[in-house]
């Protein structure tokens, strides 16, 4: 199977990449390494391009030639898209519609998207199943379900199959790849580096609807929701796939302060932490019921426990000397 990965200099495109590259699929990478350095995916087949720009979208697909293009490329900091919101409906909305429109013209009509739990914002249940309001706190999460919904309308118009990944908290890391995020926003990384630089690590409130009264969180290992990308990518090639969303975590939620007591138990170290109100867009408690991607695909968190997340992401880190 050929793949196309746009995004794929990214920490979760590069972990797919690696894992399905590893299954002996062929795979490409397509980014403007606005982000990262080419030198991060050397060990796969690059093209340098702008989701945005439909000529250079164009011209990859046309080269490849996959059969499955996965897509990541998008911009993915919840409290950025609530202060600059253009920036996420032009890359997120105007680079998706521009991406599949290069597809449709090329003759590619399958896709896997790279979607989020932030469609659900506050959710009605909890474990949220695929069937839950979506109801999006932050642009961010706003765009990925516009995106969705698009992909449902193309679908029936246009025979566009797509699987869309609702994933929850990606964490953790491969042996080759981590969390590198510019101005990184999320917490396991952001814990690391306070404790590993003697900084003390913002906290943002303490007065939400939880046992300990902060936010809550399913985490899933970046290697368990690449296989869910894979799987979805030979679902759609093996069998007629009417487009779909699928949750991705693992059923159990972990507080901030756990994961900041986990990161203590990992190193050895204490973390100094200083308490702010809440991020503007936060939902209090976010779970998945992923049932239906276990049931329908097979799919397993094998490595989604938070001790073993930690484990791997503090290695990468520690290595990397931050």
Same mark, same amino acid.
């Given at each position: 199977?050929?793949?196309?990965?746009?995004?794929?200099?990214?920490?979760?495109?590069?972990?797919?990449?690696?894992?399905?590259?590893?299954?002996?699929?062929?795979?490409?990478?397509?980014?403007?390494?606005?982000?990262?350095?080419?030198?991060?995916?050397?060990?796969?087949?690059?093209?340098?391009?702008?989701?945005?720009?439909?000529?250079?979208?164009?011209?990859?697909?046309?080269?490849?030639?996959?059969?499955?293009?996965?897509?990541?490329?998008?911009?993915?900091?919840?409290?950025?898209?609530?202060?600059?919101?253009?920036?996420?409906?032009?890359?997120?909305?105007?680079?998706?519609?521009?991406?599949?429109?290069?597809?449709?013209?090329?003759?590619?009509?399958?896709?896997?998207?790279?979607?989020?739990?932030? #469609?659900? =914002?506050? %959710? *009605?249940? &909890?474990?949220?199943?695929?069937?839950? @309001?979506?109801?999006?706190?932050?642009?961010?999460? /706003?765009?990925?379900?516009?995106?969705?919904?698009?992909?449902?309308?193309?679908?029936?118009?246009?025979?566009?199959?797509?699987?869309?990944?609702?994933?929850?908290?990606?964490?953790?890391?491969?042996?080759?790849?981590?969390?590198?995020?510019?101005?990184?926003?999320?917490?396991?990384?952001?814990?690391?580096?306070?404790?590993?630089?003697?900084?003390?690590?913002?906290?943002?409130?303490?007065?939400?609807?939880?046992?300990?009264?902060?936010?809550?969180?399913?985490?899933?290992?970046?290697?368990?929701?690449?296989?869910?990308?894979?799987?979805?990518?030979?679902?759609?090639?093996?069998?007629?796939?009417?487009?779909?969303?699928?949750?991705?975590?693992?059923?159990?939620?972990?507080?901030?302060?756990?994961?900041?007591?986990?990161?203590?138990? #990992?190193? =050895?170290? %204490? *973390?100094? &932490?200083?308490?702010?109100?809440?991020? @503007?867009?936060?939902?209090?408690?976010?779970?998945? /019921?992923?049932?239906?991607?276990?049931?329908?695909?097979?799919?397993?968190?094998?490595?989604?426990?938070?001790?073993?997340?930690?484990?791997?992401?503090?290695?990468?880190?520690?290595?990397?000397?931050?």
């Amino acid at each position: 199977m050929k793949i196309l990965i746009t995004g794929g200099a990214g920490y979760i495109g590069a972990v797919a990449a690696e894992l399905l590259q590893a299954n002996g699929h062929s795979v490409t990478i397509f980014d403007h390494f606005n982000s990262h350095s080419p030198a991060k995916t050397a060990i796969f087949p690059t093209i340098v391009g702008d989701i945005c720009h439909p000529e250079e979208m164009e011209k990859a697909l046309i080269e490849v030639k996959p059969d499955v293009v996965m897509h990541f490329a998008a911009s993915i900091q919840m409290g950025e898209s609530m202060r600059d919101p253009r920036k996420y409906y032009e890359n997120n909305v105007r680079g998706s519609r521009v991406l599949i429109e290069a597809m449709i013209r090329s003759g590619i009509n399958k896709l896997v998207f790279a979607s989020t739990a932030g #469609v659900y =914002g506050n %959710p *009605v249940h &909890v474990p949220i199943p695929e069937n839950d @309001p979506k109801e999006p706190e932050n642009p961010y999460g /706003d765009t990925k379900l516009g995106i969705e919904r698009l992909l449902k309308w193309y679908d029936q118009a246009y025979d566009f199959r797509s699987i869309s990944i609702r994933f929850f908290n990606a964490a953790g890391a491969s042996e080759k790849f981590g969390e590198d995020h510019q101005n990184e926003s999320h917490i396991i990384p952001r814990v690391i580096h306070a404790q590993q630089t003697g900084q003390e690590f913002t906290l943002f409130g303490n007065d939400y609807p939880t046992p300990d009264g902060t936010c809550v969180r399913d985490y899933i290992h970046v290697l368990d929701l690449a296989e869910a990308f894979r799987l979805a990518a030979e679902k759609l090639i093996t069998s007629e796939v009417i487009t779909t969303a699928y949750n991705a975590g693992t059923g159990h939620g972990y507080s901030n302060l756990e994961i900041i007591k986990m990161v203590e138990k #990992v190193s =050895g170290q %204490p *973390v100094r &932490v200083k308490h702010e109100a809440r991020r @503007p867009g936060d939902a209090g408690t976010l779970v998945a /019921d992923s049932t239906r991607l276990q049931t329908e695909l097979g799919w397993s968190p094998t490595h989604s426990d938070l001790e073993s997340i930690v484990r791997s992401a503090y290695a990468w880190h520690t290595s990397r000397k931050i």
